[in-house]
């Protein structure tokens, strides 16, 4: 099984995608959003250090501009845009600004976000015809159950479409009240054709939604900061040979620009897992683009 030595650095990554004969990489988990908002996430980052244990510098912190050019540079042919409401009321501000983002720059998924709230089955709707692309909910920052009442005519709206919806449920890097897989299985069995995509292969209950992606056809995971140095204490191999057996349905995602080491070192963690140049193709590129229609 051929395994061609992940990248490094930044600088590595076009020449490394340029081995496997891929046509640049697919980051279903980047970030851009409103600058007031992300200013104050880069803030709760800034202090997340007592709360993990270690501190968790931005490496990219940057302005929109310089960090198109970056991921351009680096050979991201595509990427989301994600924001998350985090309370009501904020939902459709930030999506308003992210229809501004994804018009003025074409490689990016139109994105989108949702909140539990009265009227965030008409703004969805709204958001599907306008042609949003992927959605993004975090439980976790967000403080709500995926199986809240108020999210059925979303789900049942984003289930219809076939839109994704990248989905932050795993209980990392903090637990929340409602984090986990339970609630998100409960969700699934009202709307079984959902097409999720489980951010950071729900770390740390990994071994939980694999298990619900493999029960569900239309259920995917991102590699989003697993496997990376970064959590030396919290890597999940245990369900390594199980994202092989799922490898059509594994995309690859960053966090960028949040993260707290250099781009290229998740795909280099990626590699190092000695999955194959065939694995990695799927992950870094295939997946992505079969799953958004975009060569």
């Known amino acids: 099984m051929a395994q ?24 279903v988990h980047v970030h851009f959003m409103h600058p007031n908002v992300l200013a104050k996430v880069w803030a709760y980052f800034d202090s997340a250090g007592p709360l993990l244990g270690r501190p968790w510098p931005v490496t990219y912190r940057t302005s929109d501009a310089e960090r198109v050019a970056t991921l351009r540079a680096m050979g991201v042919r595509h990427y989301s845009a994600l924001s998350y409401a985090h309370k009501p009321g904020v939902a459709t501000f930030m999506n308003a600004w992210n229809d501004e983002f994804a018009a003025q720059h074409p490689e990016s998924l139109h994105s989108a976000t949702f909140y539990p709230e009265p009227d965030a089955g008409e703004y969805v709707a709204a958001a599907l015809e306008a042609g949003v692309e992927v959605f993004k909910a975090h439980v976790q920052v967000g403080e709500f159950a995926p199986d809240d009442p108020l999210l059925d005519p979303v789900w049942a709206a984003l289930e219809a479409s076939g839109t994704p919806i990248v989905l932050h449920a795993g209980s990392g890097p903090a637990p929340g009240t409602h984090t986990g897989s339970a609630p998100v299985r409960r969700v699934l069995e009202r709307f079984g054709d959902l097409r999720l995509v489980i951010a950071h292969l729900g770390m740390p209950e990994c071994g939980e939604f694999v298990q619900l992606a493999s029960e569900h056809p239309h259920v995917r995971l991102d590699t989003t ?4 140095d970064f959590w030396d204490d919290r890597q999940p191999f245990e369900v390594v040979d199980r994202l092989v ?10 966090d960028f620009p949040n993260i707290p080491y250099v781009y290229a070192h998740q795909v280099e963690a990626l590699a190092r897992l000695g999955l194959g140049d065939d694995w990695m193709r799927d992950v870094l590129w295939h997946n992505g683009s079969t799953l958004f229609g975009r060569a």
Do not use: I, K, N
């Open 4 to 27: 061609t030595p992940g990248p490094t650095t930044d600088a590595e990554l076009p020449g490394y995608l340029e081995a496997l004969g891929l046509p640049g990489l697919f980051d």
């Open 245 to 254: 057996e799922l490898q059509d349905r594994v995309l690859f995602g960053s």
């Open 225 to 228: 900061m697993a496997f990376v």
